[in-house]
């Protein structure tokens, strides 16, 4: 609870992860001695603020998760949501499922396991200031824009570029509303920020390092594997 107002996090772990080319979801491989999942869950589970957990999955993967759940200690609410064909049909499942007293809502990607708890604390401050708020780092690489894929059409200013990460943190009014309308028009979003401002709301940027990564494809696991013992 952050100022008398109730938190839900939502962790969305349902996804197919075709580009690990593995058949068991990326979620339940191991780094370090520990499910993917499991790491994430103790992070989110170590934030001063979260009241409800909310995980979602496939529902193949039920007997995963009981196996993680096991060895977790978890000491507040929690529910178990199945996902729905896209992520963002899986993140509205959750928002469905969540207590009617919540009044902030967290999102977070399975598939990031080294994200800091004190980021965690520190992106849910962050949400009052405009409503929505995220985990963010600036772009290294010079980016290009292709739209055939095959030529450059122009350099975007690399000063203006963030990476945007999760958790990503809302007023659970203004997600809502971002959801419903998102689905209205027919729009799809590749994250849950992308909705916000399509409702005209302005996201807060909070500066992460570049630690946070999503475990995606193979060498992922070989990054994770060393970032996380260290200090980034």
Same mark, same amino acid.
């Given at each position: 609870?952050?100022?008398?107002?109730?938190?839900?996090?939502?962790? !969305?772990?349902?996804?197919?992860?075709?580009?690990?080319?593995?058949?068991?979801?990326?979620?339940?491989?191991?780094?370090?001695?520990?499910?993917?999942?499991?790491?994430?869950?103790?992070?989110?589970?170590?934030?001063?603020?979260?009241?409800?957990?909310?995980?979602?999955?496939?529902?193949?993967?039920?007997?995963?998760?009981?196996?993680?759940?096991?060895?977790?200690?978890?000491?507040?609410?929690?529910?178990?949501?199945?996902?729905?064909?896209?992520?963002?049909?899986?993140?509205?499942?959750?928002?469905?499922?969540?207590?009617?007293?919540?009044?902030?809502?967290?999102?977070?990607?399975?598939?990031?396991?080294?994200?800091?708890?004190?980021?965690?604390?520190?992106?849910?401050?962050?949400?009052?200031?405009?409503?929505?708020?995220?985990? !963010?780092?600036?772009?290294?690489?010079?980016?290009?824009?292709?739209?055939?894929?095959?030529?450059?059409?122009?350099?975007?200013?690399?000063?203006?570029?963030? !990476?945007?990460?999760?958790?990503?943190?809302?007023?659970?009014?203004?997600?809502?509303?971002?959801?419903?309308?998102?689905?209205?028009?027919?729009?799809?979003?590749?994250?849950?920020?992308?909705?916000?401002?399509?409702?005209?709301?302005?996201?807060?940027?909070?500066?992460?390092?570049?630690?946070?990564?999503?475990?995606?494809?193979?060498?992922?696991?070989?990054? !994770?594997?060393?970032?996380?013992?260290?200090?980034?």
């Amino acid at each position: 609870m952050i100022n008398g107002q109730y938190v839900s996090a939502m962790v !969305a772990a349902a996804g197919m992860g075709r580009r690990m080319k593995t058949e068991l979801n990326k979620q339940f491989l191991e780094i370090s001695g520990d499910k993917i999942l499991s790491h994430t869950l103790k992070k989110i589970l170590a934030s001063k603020y979260i009241d409800h957990l909310t995980i979602i999955i496939k529902d193949s993967d039920l007997n995963y998760l009981n196996d993680i759940l096991e060895n977790l200690t978890i000491n507040i609410p929690y529910n178990i949501v199945y996902g729905g064909a896209e992520r963002q049909d899986s993140i509205y499942n959750g928002l469905l499922s969540i207590p009617e007293k919540t009044k902030v809502v967290l999102t977070h990607d399975g598939a990031r396991p080294l994200v800091e708890v004190s980021k965690i604390d520190e992106v849910i401050e962050a949400t009052f200031e405009t409503g929505a708020a995220t985990l !963010a780092n600036t772009v290294k690489d010079t980016i290009k824009i292709s739209k055939n894929g095959k030529t450059v059409d122009y350099t975007p200013n690399r000063n203006e570029l963030w !990476a945007v990460q999760t958790p990503q943190v809302f007023l659970k009014d203004v997600l809502m509303n971002a959801y419903n309308q998102a689905y209205q028009e027919g729009y799809y979003g590749t994250d849950d920020c992308s909705l916000v401002e399509k409702t005209g709301k302005k996201i807060k940027l909070v500066w992460n390092g570049y630690g946070n990564i999503k475990i995606t494809t193979p060498e992922d696991l070989i990054l !994770a594997e060393a970032l996380i013992g260290s200090d980034l």
